[in-house]
């Protein structure tokens, strides 16, 4: 997980990433090819019974550089991010990561009312000192977060999706020998559009995303309100705002998790969306439904996951994928 975490790609801006994941699964699948768009594919056992396509997006959210002030820089948003955060942020900045903070006035200049007032993304500013010379409106901006690892927990940026993304990558070179498609899908933060793409391209029977989902173990909360929570295990979605997954598929899921003893948990009803929300509608219509890995603190500058959370996830996506095969 941890170079998966570190690698910078925001929607539109996934190339290291996929060139990450190529070098780690080829000579580990029959096919391997990209679309028009992005979105890279792999195919294992290609004269299997059955075809699932199992998906996660390379893309994490960030910022997009629109302006140049001397060493200021103004940005917006490229995925849903929560302004409060921002303020004494690094970031880096363009191809050629150039670092930089987001700066706000210190508190020694604000007035009482001030200090109470939230600060607009449109009124904050990247500070890139004077090397501004080496950066372009349009470039990308990711958090400068280090991964790290200690008594059971990990920490870094982009576990929605990283977490997904590795997940196959493992399924793919030491996975359960079943006829599959992996499609690691561009631009799902600004908008579900590579899946929509990659779920035109392909003909399959079933699809499961594979996903860092939000966690809500966090104080302020109703305890009815506190689902998916980390460290209780794999997290099933029964309905998003973008999609209401298919009830055979979920329960053939749920029965892998049962059958081999993984811990399982749902995903508060109605709360995101993901790449299944464009899959389900493509061509005739595809089955789908989503496995997540639950972290505190996604879409933002450092995300946090239990390992074993992680784990778990892995073993149910490739128990429900023997559980698939065999017909629902």
Request: charged share 25%; aromatic share 6%; proline share 5%.
């Amino acid at each position: 997980m941890s170079k998966l975490s570190e690698i910078r790609g925001i929607s539109g801006h996934e190339g290291d990433v996929r060139s990450f994941i190529i070098n780690e699964i080829k000579g580990h699948c029959d096919d391997i090819w990209t679309d028009s768009i992005g979105n890279l594919y792999a195919r294992t056992n290609k004269n299997g019974k059955s075809n699932i396509g199992l998906f996660a997006h390379m893309d994490e959210v960030g910022f997009m550089v629109t302006g140049i002030d001397g060493g200021l820089l103004t940005f917006s948003a490229v995925g849903g991010i929560n302004p409060d955060l921002l303020p004494g942020t690094r970031v880096l900045v363009g191809n050629d990561p150039v670092p930089g903070v987001i700066g706000c006035p210190p508190m020694h200049l604000q007035n009482k009312e001030e200090r109470k007032r939230k600060i607009p993304i449109d009124n904050m500013r990247i500070d890139v000192g004077d090397v501004s010379d080496a950066i372009e409106i349009g470039d990308p901006v990711t958090f400068y977060t280090k991964y790290i690892e200690k008594r059971g927990l990990c920490q870094g940026k982009a576990f929605d999706d990283r977490i997904g993304c590795d997940n196959l990558i493992s399924l793919i070179t030491s996975g359960p020998d079943v006829d599959c498609t992996y499609v690691f899908t561009v631009q799902e933060e600004a908008g579900l559009r590579g899946s929509k793409v990659a779920g035109n391209n392909l003909d399959i029977d079933y699809a499961i995303v594979c996903e860092g989902t939000f966690s809500l173990d966090q104080p302020g909360l109703p305890r009815e309100d506190r689902m998916p929570v980390m460290g209780k295990g794999p997290v099933i979605t029964i309905a998003d705002r973008s999609v209401i997954t298919d009830a055979k598929l979920r329960q053939a899921i749920v029965d892998a998790a049962g059958c081999n003893d993984i811990p399982y948990q749902y995903k508060r009803p109605f709360a995101g969306g993901t790449d299944a929300g464009m899959l389900h509608l493509s061509g005739r219509g595809v089955p789908s439904c989503v496995i997540s890995t639950s972290c505190r603190y996604i879409h933002s500058p450092c995300s946090m996951a239990k390992i074993v959370d992680i784990e778990n996830t892995r073993k149910l996506i490739s128990e429900s994928l023997l559980k698939i095969s065999e017909g629902l």
